[in-house]
């Protein structure tokens, strides 16, 4: 469906916005997708990113700067989600020795065990978004959206 129909727009938008307003519309669509697989799991897309981030360092701890430089919203409030998923018991924080001012996250078990049953469910969700489009159409899109978002 064209982006005037979904947003009922009676007027004629130039290229510009139309492309804007398809990445955001697109961006809500995929968002609210993927809310609805986290949601059983009571954490939200920001924590899902933290957990993801924490599990790329296999076994060794992030401090604040490495998950905050990694995420994909970076005006996330990092400390904020490592406090929410410490509450769940999803990750460790602790001083680390060698530099007091130093915070150093891991991932516990129960973390890594909530993203194993993650993973198909966000793999299918991930397929369910680019089935309609052929590999080189996909290849396309990426590399349209690298070519819009790098000036």
Same mark, same amino acid.
């Given at each position: 469906?064209?982006?005037? /129909?979904?947003?009922?727009?009676? $007027?004629?938008?130039? $290229? @510009?916005?139309?492309? $804007?307003?398809?990445?955001?519309?697109?961006?809500?669509?995929?968002?609210?997708?993927?809310?609805?697989? +986290? !949601?059983?799991?009571?954490?939200?897309?920001?924590?899902?990113?933290?957990?993801?981030?924490?599990?790329?360092? !296999?076994?060794?701890?992030?401090?604040?700067?490495?998950?905050?430089?990694?995420?994909?919203?970076?005006? @996330?409030?990092?400390?904020?989600?490592?406090? !929410?998923?410490?509450?769940?018991? +999803?990750?460790?924080?602790?001083?680390?020795?060698?530099?007091?001012?130093?915070?150093?996250?891991?991932?516990?078990?129960?973390?890594? /065990?909530?993203?194993?049953?993650?993973?198909?469910?966000? $793999?299918?969700?991930?397929?369910?978004?680019?089935?309609?489009?052929?590999?080189?159409?996909?290849?396309?899109?990426? @590399?349209?959206?690298?070519?819009?978002?790098?000036?």
């Amino acid at each position: 469906m064209k982006i005037e /129909d979904e947003i009922k727009s009676t $007027i004629a938008l130039d $290229i @510009s916005k139309k492309i $804007i307003l398809n990445v955001l519309y697109t961006q809500n669509v995929i968002i609210d997708n993927f809310n609805d697989i +986290l !949601k059983p799991y009571d954490i939200s897309g920001e924590q899902y990113n933290v957990l993801r981030i924490l599990r790329g360092q !296999k076994g060794s701890p992030a401090n604040m700067f490495v998950i905050q430089e990694r995420m994909l919203a970076r005006t @996330s409030n990092t400390t904020r989600l490592v406090d !929410k998923l410490l509450l769940k018991n +999803l990750v460790t924080r602790n001083v680390c020795p060698e530099n007091r001012r130093k915070i150093e996250v891991l991932i516990t078990q129960k973390g890594l /065990d909530v993203l194993n049953e993650l993973d198909p469910k966000v $793999i299918e969700h991930e397929e369910f978004f680019s089935n309609n489009l052929s590999s080189q159409e996909a290849e396309q899109l990426n @590399s349209l959206l690298e070519k819009y978002r790098n000036k």
